[in-house]
């Protein structure tokens, strides 16, 4: 009788992020490749547009701001956290004012998430404000719910 003894490794799963988007969907990505090839294809595996500008935004309300990385030779991994859930956003720049408005592309989210709603309209509005007005303060966790 031979036994066969399987070894599963952590490593092989923690190089994968979850990007949640659209109607409560979820895409799995890997992080051991180029930042500009990981941008490419979460654009290409949602739906978007290569011309879109995107980023992500984690569980405690943080943005990524990959769209200023875009272009970087580092690894996906130098800038996102493995295992790490994210938020798909679209960057909608005021070529006025200098800012950014945060748009989620999680669909529903104001009526599943109201404190996505509102964290997004507060980056938004902070992203207007100069530099040197800004404070720190707290952010709120995300928790993902599942439509009923």
């Known amino acids: 009788m031979t036994r066969v003894l399987v070894i599963w490794s952590s490593q092989h799963y923690s ?28 654009k290409s595996r949602c739906g978007l547009a ?24 580092n690894p996906a991994s ?31 989210s104001n009526q599943h998430q109201p404190e996505l709603t509102e964290l997004m309209k507060k980056l938004s509005k902070l992203n207007k404000e100069p530099e040197r007005r800004r404070g720190r303060g707290g952010s709120k966790k995300i928790s993902v719910k599942k439509k009923q």
């Open 78 to 108: 130098c800038f996102l956290t493995e295992r790490q859930l994210y938020v798909l956003l679209r960057v909608h720049r005021d070529d006025e004012t200098g800012g950014c408005r945060y748009v989620s592309l999680l669909d529903h």
């Open 50 to 73: 290569s011309e879109d500008c995107v980023d992500l935004m984690d569980s405690s309300g943080r943005v990524m701001n990959l769209d200023v990385k875009q272009h970087s030779e």
């Open 15 to 42: 190089m994968f992020v979850t990007v949640l988007f659209g109607d409560c969907r979820m895409k799995m990505l890997n992080l051991n490749c180029r930042l500009i090839n990981f941008l490419h294809h979460l």
